[in-house]
């Protein structure tokens, strides 16, 4: 069971490279963005969309805030 979620992970990272997003920076925002994000506007949160729609102003983390 633990593989599935670690390829689930992997998948994201990968996904986020090829649309050349920063991985860090999108598991940080869509990780905060998730609990209050309209569930009929889910799909705005893969990696594709979410450059999109939030790369240019994305949630950071308040343990490990990056400035770019």
Do not use: E, M
């Amino acid at each position: 069971v633990g593989a599935i979620y670690v390829g689930i992970a992997q998948r994201l990272i990968a996904t986020c490279r090829l649309h050349d997003s920063d991985p860090h920076v999108y598991l940080s925002d869509v990780l905060q963005r998730v609990g209050q994000h309209p569930a009929a506007d889910v799909a705005q949160l893969s990696p594709g969309l979410w450059k999109q729609h939030f790369a240019a102003n994305p949630l950071r983390s308040a343990l490990h805030p990056r400035s770019k």
